[in-house]
């Protein structure tokens, strides 16, 4: 079956910092790769999503580039701000359009 | 374009009742699921539908009932709610991703459930 695993939060920053949050997937066939977020007391928000292998996915200044070679998608953004701290969470797709997501790793980010 | 409506936003029940989250989209979209979210667990499928008339089991189907007579609707229902259903549930719609690669899921705002 397909399954996401991300690592473990919270991670905390101090502005400007450089964000790595890692993500590695096990699916059958050849899924496509999303990394959502959620703002406290929200719902969840498409950030970026990536559909063949080396697809980079870009938006707000997060990257996340599909590794086929290391079944990776992890997400990066060079400096980080206040109003990044949210949960982030990395998921998959395949077969009828269902998401398999990781558990979520929550980012706080401190001026 | 109202996208992915969930009803109600919030709610409390008592062990034992029932109830039904209601979730509605307006662009004609094939697929539909529901999800709930736990602390530490992510969100986790509970049951989706494919197309009207069409629906079937997530990972977390248990304790949960759906039905799928519009393409719009895609209720569900709680037959006797228990403290381990207290969650926050979204609702989502797509069309097939597979189709275009410029599709996506749209969630709805969500539902914070208690059950006490």
């Known amino acids: ?111 | 374009n109202a996208g992915v409506t969930q009803t109600p936003k919030f709610q409390v029940l008592k062990t034992g009742q029932s109830m039904t989250l209601q979730c509605a989209q307006d662009m004609n979209h094939e697929y539909m699921s529901w999800y709930r979210q736990d602390p530490g667990m992510g969100l986790r499928l509970i049951h989706y539908s494919v197309g009207a008339g069409i629906t079937d089991q997530g990972e977390v189907p248990n304790g949960y009932n759906v039905s799928r007579s519009t393409t719009e609707d895609f209720p569900l229902r709680l037959l006797s709610a228990a403290p381990s259903q207290t969650s926050v549930y979204f609702c989502a719609s797509s069309s097939n991703l597979r189709r275009a690669s410029g599709n996506t899921i749209y969630f709805g705002e969500g539902s914070w459930l208690t059950v006490v």
């Not at chain 1, 991300?6 to 905390?12: A, C, L, R, S």
């Not at chain 1, 559909?51 to 997400?75: I, M, P, Q, V």
Request: glycine residues 10%; charged residues 15%.
């Open chain 1, 1 to 111: 079956g397909n399954s996401v695993t991300q690592m473990e939060g919270p991670v905390t920053l101090s502005e400007e910092a450089f964000l790595t949050i890692n993500c590695t997937y096990t699916a059958t066939g050849y899924p496509s790769l999303f990394w959502y977020v959620q703002y406290p007391g929200e719902g969840l928000q498409l950030l970026l999503k990536a559909t063949k292998a080396d697809d980079k996915g870009s938006n707000k200044g997060f990257e996340a580039t599909y590794r086929k070679e290391t079944t990776s998608f992890h997400l990066e953004k060079g400096s980080v701000q206040v109003s990044d701290s949210a949960v982030y969470f990395c998921a998959l797709i395949t077969g009828y359009s269902t998401l398999t997501f990781g558990k979520g790793t929550m980012l706080l980010v401190s001026p």
